[in-house]
C-alpha cells in the first residue's frame, strides 16, 4: 500500500515534486517534511521573512475531500489565528465554493454565517 506522501495529489507529495523538480531552489538537496508544511512555517516564511503585507488564503477543492489542500475550517482558523499572532488583519480567506456536490448552497450560507469570508 501506498503511503499517503506518495500518492500523487496530496500536499507533500506536491511538496516533493517541488523540491525534486528544482522549482525552488531552496529545496534543492534536502527532503521535504511534514514540518515544511504546518502553520509555525507557514508564518515564518510569508510574514517574517518575506515582504507579504496581507495575503489571501483560498483552497483547491477536489470531488476527494482528503485531497483538499486544507479543509474548510483550516483556511478560517489559519486566518483568525495569523491575524491574532500578526495584531493585524495580515490574511483574508475565501470559502470555496464546489457546486454540484451535495448541500453546497448550505455551506455557503453556513460558511457566510459561522466564518464570514472575505471572498
Not at 94 to 113: C, K, M, N, S, Y
Request: proline share 7%; net charge negative.
Amino acid at each position: 500500500m501506498m503511503s499517503d506522501a506518495a500518492r500523487p495529489g496530496t500536499v507533500m507529495w506536491q511538496h516533493t515534486l517541488i523540491s525534486t523538480l528544482g522549482w525552488n531552489k531552496d529545496l534543492a538537496g534536502r527532503t521535504p517534511t511534514v514540518e515544511d508544511l504546518q502553520f509555525a512555517n507557514f508564518f515564518k516564511e510569508i510574514y517574517l521573512d518575506s515582504d507579504t503585507r496581507i495575503a489571501l488564503l483560498t483552497n483547491a477543492p477536489s470531488d476527494a475531500p482528503e485531497d483538499w489542500l486544507l479543509p474548510q475550517d483550516k483556511v478560517f482558523e489559519a486566518r483568525d489565528r495569523v491575524n491574532r499572532e500578526a495584531g493585524a488583519q495580515r490574511m483574508l480567506a475565501h470559502f470555496t465554493l464546489t457546486p454540484g456536490q451535495p448541500g453546497w448552497l448550505d455551506a455557503v450560507d453556513r460558511a457566510i454565517e459561522l466564518y464570514r469570508p472575505e471572498g
